[in-house]
T-cell receptor, first 113, second 117 residues
């Protein structure tokens, strides 16, 4: 089954404790992206990757890091989480073609206390 | 920079009634337009998309949307609401000038649709 898998689904952590949210897709998609969803703000792009070893900042990259060492994986790293990073995070992937639909994971709800 | 506006963060309709969710975009060049749906505790999934062909686009689950360049709109409609349509709906716009669109995809703030039995 074609899917984007995020782990964990829920995560509660404390300020400053490094964490990684994993994302893996099995569709051989070149393009992958991370979004955060906050009430009243919709989805905002954090980082995206056009292919292996090619990443770029989205609209809200501060406080986040990413890496793309393999085509299927695109982890999101919070080196020193803060309470304002409490949010619902989504990973997505697509083919590198105009108008290609994004395939989303089921989300990771992160709470930073 | 392009933007997208969804009028109404919450919309309630009776079961069987017409569903109309509004989306307006700002772009000097007709962009690519998408509607995504998010069911509770799930990621977003594509409902339909407009890329440049027919202005009336049909999607899954009986939804359709019409691209109106003169009004810079891409409203989502469904003739008869079903209880299973209760979800959050997002309009998204991407820039044709980008490599292929998704890296400049901008989402609206979403409209939560409630169906009244």
């Amino acid at each position: 089954e074609a899917q984007v898998t995020q782990n964990p689904r829920y995560l509660i952590t404390v300020t400053g404790k490094k964490l990684t949210v994993t994302c893996s897709q099995n569709m051989n998609h070149e393009y992958m992206s991370w979004y955060r969803q906050d009430p009243g703000l919709g989805l905002r792009q954090i980082y995206y990757s056009m292919n292996v070893e090619v990443t770029d900042k989205g609209d809200v990259p501060e406080g986040y890091k990413v890496s793309r060492k393999e085509k299927r994986n695109f982890p999101l790293i919070l080196e020193s989480p803060s309470p304002n990073q409490t949010s619902l995070y989504f990973c997505a992937s697509s083919l590198p073609r105009t108008g290609s639909p994004l395939h989303f994971g089921n989300g990771t709800r992160l709470t930073v206390t | 920079a392009q933007s997208v506006t969804q009028l109404g963060s919450h919309v309630s309709v009776s079961e069987g009634a017409l569903v109309l969710l509004r989306c307006n975009y700002s772009s000097s060049v007709p962009p690519y337009l998408f509607w995504y749906v998010q069911y509770p505790n799930q990621g977003l999934q594509l409902l339909l998309k407009y890329t440049s062909a027919a202005t009336l686009v049909k999607g899954i689950n009986g939804f359709e949307a019409e691209f109106k360049k003169s009004e810079t709109s891409f409203h989502l409609t469904k003739p008869s609401a079903h209880m299973s349509d209760a979800a959050e709906y997002f309009c998204a716009v991407s820039d044709r000038a980008s490599n292929f669109g998704n890296e400049k995809l901008t989402f609206g703030t979403g409209t939560r649709l409630t169906i009244i039995p």
